[in-house]
């Protein structure tokens, strides 16, 4: 399998703040937009006057070394952190007063740099669990197994079935989460992530632990799952080959602070990226 995929060339266009979105999505507002965002713990800035906008179906990068915040900005827009400051706009509406449940309800899903699976259970029970907001039956149906319980149980199944499908993955079903290799296992969050039905898809270092053809089909199946759900996506990764192959608009944060923001393009060849990585500070 190759490693690389081709992206089509991507053109920037502002929106009305200080961001920019893919051309393709300039006539629909972007499906999440920060606004001078920035957070403290005591008296450091985790994050500061952050900007950043995503188009409805942009798969977007949020690069930088280690240390520079970009987890702690994924924690923001998940509501696991609350802003100090600034403005968390999904779907262009303001999400200051949700919590992470209510956050994920509307339209924001995520994997996480360390696995988070329930490992004792089957691979189809995970990906159920991230069903649990589109499940009808009530709690005295569920109790007593009335016929709207097994409808639902059903509907259930064959979806998570689907939904292991994207990554070959549905003859897996009956196996421990747990039992599976480091690969599946990523790529198990991942349609757990799906299953909630997302408008915005957080990938925290999706391609950790993978080895090169797992990468180059990841890359595939991220774009894969963009086309399929017609969603944006958002990821963290240090592998700087998926990002620039993939992603269309990048951000680059160094210490907390936005220091780039462009196309691969751009950022390949932006001095204050290359000092962040090379030469401006130890890791």
């Not at 089957?122 to 016929?147: A, T």
Request: glycine share 8%; proline share 5%; net charge negative.
């Amino acid at each position: 399998m190759s490693n690389t995929i081709k992206r089509e060339p991507t053109k920037l266009v502002p929106v009305p703040s200080r961001n920019k979105i893919p051309e393709r999505d300039a006539d629909k507002h972007p499906i999440m937009e920060c606004r001078h965002l920035g957070i403290d713990f005591g008296g450091l800035t985790a994050v500061n006057d952050l900007d950043l906008a995503i188009g409805r179906t942009e798969i977007a990068g949020l690069i930088g070394p280690n240390g520079a915040g970009k987890t702690t900005v994924f924690n923001l827009l998940t509501k696991v952190y609350q802003p100090t400051r600034g403005t968390i706009l999904l779907d262009g509406v303001d999400t200051h007063n949700m919590n992470t449940t209510q956050v994920n309800m509307a339209g924001i899903a995520r994997t996480f740099q360390n696995i988070r699976l329930f490992s004792n259970l089957s691979v189809e029970d995970n990906v159920k669990l991230g069903l649990h907001n589109h499940i009808k039956y009530g709690m005295w149906q569920g109790i007593f197994r009335l016929p709207g319980y097994w409808k639902e149980e059903k509907k259930a199944h064959e979806r998570a079935l689907e939904l292991l499908s994207i990554f070959d993955m549905q003859d897996l079903a009956d196996a421990k989460a747990g039992s599976l290799p480091y690969g599946a296992q990523r790529r198990l969050e991942i349609v757990r992530a799906l299953a909630t039905e997302p408008k915005l898809l957080l990938l925290d270092e999706p391609a950790a632990g993978m080895n090169p053809s797992e990468t180059a089909e990841l890359m595939e199946n991220i774009v894969k799952i963009r086309d399929t759900f017609n969603i944006a996506v958002l990821l963290i990764e240090h592998d700087m080959s998926l990002v620039m192959n993939i992603c269309e608009g990048i951000c680059v944060l160094d210490f907390g602070q936005t220091i780039a923001k462009g196309t691969p393009e751009e950022i390949q060849n932006n001095p204050e990226v290359i000092k962040a990585y090379l030469g401006g500070r130890k890791e």
